[in-house]
């Protein structure tokens, strides 16, 4: 005998499917195919070059007991430079050091690019110094040797996002993309540089660093929304050298190096984000990136710190020329 107990049928078709989702589209362009080959060759290169590495006392910006600071040279891996540091201090003050330090990188620099590195002497100065750059209490400065068309801004200040496309590149993307999700769950991230231009082909004047001369100059903000400039489209035999001083607010990867790219003045020998591998004819090793400046409240006493390194030769060059 068949019971009175009502069947529910179910309707197992799905009727509310989720739409798909729609990344945001990258601003900047792929990858050159030209330059996977040449980063393989540098990476290599650096590879063997940090393996041979030594520091030596003319190399030390800074030191005390909490901080070694370092003029960091091109071509060589951050890493290595953190082992370097033990030779270097055993040659100095003998072999009988009492509670050797630990060691601890608290920034990190490309390869190729050069200039102010700070190394801490413990684990507590390292927590400490990892805060200050997260709460953007550090003050960094970059000078870069570009190359493209004149820039018709003395200085100028670009706002927008960053982050991997598809093929896990960085990428610039527009600033209203800021927080959307991409490709690996990864998200659009804020991204703010400012830009001072000190020459044009030789001809301009290498600005004091000072607070003022970042802040009271800006003429033009950018935030970006549109595809930036279309470098490949630029006359080669037009195209002028352009030395800047870069101020980055944030800390993306390869930040400085985008935002170059999207203003059509990539860095020279930056074949990644398409600067020229070779320049007024010489083949560029790397790019010529370096971290002139480092402002920071010393971690332990709390005393202003400005570290800086001396400017490479292409810098000067184009400043003497």
Same mark, same amino acid.
């Given at each position: 005998?068949?019971?009175?107990?009502?069947?529910?049928?179910?309707?197992?078709?799905?009727?509310?499917?989720?739409?798909?989702?729609?990344?945001?589209?990258?601003?900047?362009?792929?990858?050159?195919?030209?330059?996977?080959?040449?980063?393989?060759?540098?990476?290599?290169?650096?590879?063997?070059?940090?393996?041979?590495?030594?520091?030596?006392?003319?190399?030390?910006?800074?030191?005390?007991?909490?901080?070694?600071?370092?003029?960091?040279?091109?071509?060589?891996?951050?890493?290595?430079?953190?082992?370097?540091?033990?030779?270097?201090?055993?040659?100095?003050?003998?072999?009988?050091?009492?509670?050797?330090?630990?060691?601890?990188?608290?920034?990190?620099?490309?390869?190729?690019?050069?200039?102010?590195?700070?190394?801490?002497?413990?684990?507590?100065?390292?927590?400490?110094?990892?805060?200050?750059?997260?709460? /953007?209490? %550090?003050?960094? =400065? @970059?000078? #870069?040797?570009?190359? *493209?068309?004149?820039?018709?801004?003395? $200085? !100028?200040?670009?706002?927008?996002?960053?982050?991997?496309?598809? /093929?896990? %590149?960085?990428? =610039? @993307?527009? #600033?209203?993309?800021? *927080?959307?999700?991409?490709?690996?769950? $990864? !998200?659009?991230?804020?991204?703010?540089?400012?830009?001072?231009?000190?020459? %044009?082909?030789?001809?301009?004047?290498?600005?004091?660093?000072?607070?003022?001369?970042?802040?009271?100059?800006?003429?033009?903000?950018?935030?970006?929304?549109?595809?930036?400039?279309?470098?490949?489209?630029?006359?080669?035999?037009?195209?002028?050298?352009?030395?800047?001083?870069?101020?980055?607010?944030?800390?993306?990867?390869?930040?400085?190096?985008?935002?170059?790219?999207?203003?059509?003045?990539?860095?020279?020998?930056?074949?990644?984000?398409?600067?020229?591998?070779?320049?007024?004819?010489?083949?560029?090793?790397?790019?010529?990136?370096?971290?002139?400046?480092?402002?920071?409240?010393?971690?332990?006493?709390?005393?202003?710190?400005?570290?800086?390194?001396?400017?490479?030769?292409?810098?000067?060059?184009?400043?003497?020329?």
């Amino acid at each position: 005998m068949e019971d009175n107990k009502t069947h529910t049928h179910l309707n197992l078709t799905k009727t509310d499917d989720p739409k798909p989702l729609i990344y945001p589209t990258p601003l900047s362009p792929p990858l050159p195919l030209i330059s996977k080959q040449i980063e393989l060759n540098r990476a290599l290169s650096a590879s063997s070059k940090s393996s041979l590495f030594t520091l030596s006392r003319s190399d030390v910006v800074f030191e005390d007991e909490y901080l070694i600071v370092i003029n960091k040279p091109q071509g060589i891996y951050c890493d290595r430079v953190l082992s370097a540091i033990p030779p270097l201090l055993r040659d100095s003050q003998g072999t009988g050091i009492k509670n050797p330090p630990e060691f601890h990188l608290a920034n990190r620099l490309d390869h190729d690019t050069s200039g102010v590195m700070v190394i801490t002497k413990s684990h507590k100065v390292a927590g400490k110094l990892v805060k200050a750059f997260t709460d /953007h209490k %550090v003050s960094k =400065v @970059y000078v #870069a040797l570009c190359c *493209g068309s004149a820039p018709k801004w003395d $200085s !100028i200040s670009i706002r927008s996002g960053h982050g991997r496309s598809k /093929h896990g %590149v960085w990428r =610039v @993307y527009a #600033a209203s993309d800021v *927080g959307r999700t991409l490709p690996g769950c $990864s !998200i659009v991230r804020d991204m703010a540089t400012s830009f001072q231009v000190l020459s %044009v082909n030789g001809r301009g004047r290498f600005k004091d660093l000072t607070t003022k001369s970042r802040i009271d100059q800006q003429e033009t903000v950018l935030v970006v929304e549109n595809v930036g400039v279309d470098i490949a489209s630029t006359d080669e035999n037009k195209k002028d050298e352009v030395l800047i001083r870069a101020f980055p607010e944030s800390g993306r990867t390869h930040q400085i190096r985008l935002h170059c790219q999207y203003l059509g003045i990539p860095i020279c020998g930056d074949v990644k984000y398409e600067g020229p591998h070779e320049w007024k004819g010489r083949t560029l090793d790397g790019h010529c990136l370096h971290a002139e400046t480092l402002t920071l409240d010393h971690p332990v006493t709390g005393l202003p710190l400005v570290f800086r390194a001396p400017l490479r030769t292409w810098a000067e060059s184009s400043i003497s020329s």
